[in-house]
């Protein structure tokens, strides 16, 4: 504590590519950035049009998809930058605010996954109320609180690591801001820093999995008391596409945030490509390929633009 210095800034080690490869890793990440940007539009886009898909769970995946954007958007264009022009420097006041931002939508995407849980135990369990209980305005009030519980979660552990004190060295042992490797910077008090991120990040994951887990254990005994098999199909294949990526996005998430300083870098990294990068990329695919109805919105929207080039 005697050789406290206040740190201005912090460098970026960035990932670990061998620099003939660095140029090849650069356009393989704009490329799934592009992707990632353009399909999560394009599913905003088709909802936003089709007047059919003006209901609950479109509005939510709608939602889902605005936060993966600003997942991409938070942290695929410093690492552009980095692999580029090799400018590994970032301000302290630049990191937090990384660090917030990413850790702000990713809690608010978990909690929109445990809602949009309990959007399909309504739609199957109580088919006949569905309009009546998942109201537009009852919607608004969800998403209000998704994002309201989100921000809170998520500004307590953020600011009081940002008070801690960071005495040296200011190398950050990722390619971009995050939480774990900032609290291996801080001297003295990291494992009270690691206590509040932990806790935090269990009351989110746990509110949200324990949400989701009692929607799908409803679902699960409506559906087996279902006569018709093709009932049970359909009802399946509406749930399918939000369990794959439930499965997807709270796996990485409770490797990554229940107990940050337990792994080593290397294996903070390959999970933070998976879920910041690979997740928004994977996600709208599932929606758009494992759901009928986008699909066919999707085919009839190209179908209109076509028509009037080839009379043309």
């Known amino acids: 504590m005697i050789n406290q210095t206040h740190v201005k800034e912090f460098f970026l080690v960035g990932l670990p590519v061998l620099p003939e490869l660095q140029i090849l ?16 539009l394009v599913l905003i886009t088709i909802v936003k049009i089709s007047r059919h898909l003006h209901r609950p769970m479109y509005f939510f995946l709608c939602n889902l998809s605005f936060l993966e954007i600003g997942y991409v958007s938070v942290t695929v264009p410093r690492i552009l ?5 090799h400018k590994k420097s970032i301000s302290f006041e630049g990191c937090f605010l990384q660090v917030f931002f ?10 929109l996954l445990g809602i949009m849980s309990f ?18 305005r009852v919607c608004l009030q969800l998403i209000i609180t998704t ?7 998520t500004s307590f552990p953020i600011i009081l690591i940002s008070t801690l004190p960071f005495c040296g060295p200011n190398v950050i042992d990722h390619f971009f801001c995050e939480c774990a490797p900032l609290l291996k ?20 994951i746990l509110c949200s999995v324990m949400i989701t887990l009692l929607s799908y254990i409803f679902i699960i ?18 749930c399918a596409s939000h369990l794959t990526v439930v499965i997807i996005f709270y796996s990485t998430i409770l490797a990554m945030y229940i107990k ?22 994977v996600n709208p695919f599932i929606y758009s390929l494992k759901n009928k109805e986008v699909k066919e919105a999707l085919y009839k929207h190209i179908a209109k633009i076509r028509i009037p080039i080839e009379t043309k």
């Open 102 to 111: 990413f850790t702000f939508l990713c809690a608010t995407e978990t909690v």
């Open 260 to 281: 940050p300083t337990a792994r080593d870098a290397h294996q903070n990294k390959v999970m933070a490509v998976l879920y910041a990068v690979v997740t928004p990329l």
């Open 147 to 153: 994002w309201t519980f989100a921000f809170l979660a």
């Open 221 to 238: 005994t409506t559906i087996l008391q279902m006569s018709s098999s093709t009932g049970n199909q359909k009802a399946f294949s509406t």
């Open 185 to 204: 910077l801080v001297c003295g008090y990291a494992d009270f820093g690691d206590l509040a991120v932990t806790v935090c990040a269990a009351i989110t």
């Open 25 to 40: 890793v650069f356009w393989m990440f704009l490329l799934m950035y592009i992707v990632t940007m353009s399909v999560n």
């Open 119 to 136: 959007d399909r135990y309504v739609a199957i369990c109580h088919p006949l109320r569905y309009a009546i209980i998942m109201s537009c």
């Open 81 to 85: 930058i980095s692999l580029l022009t």
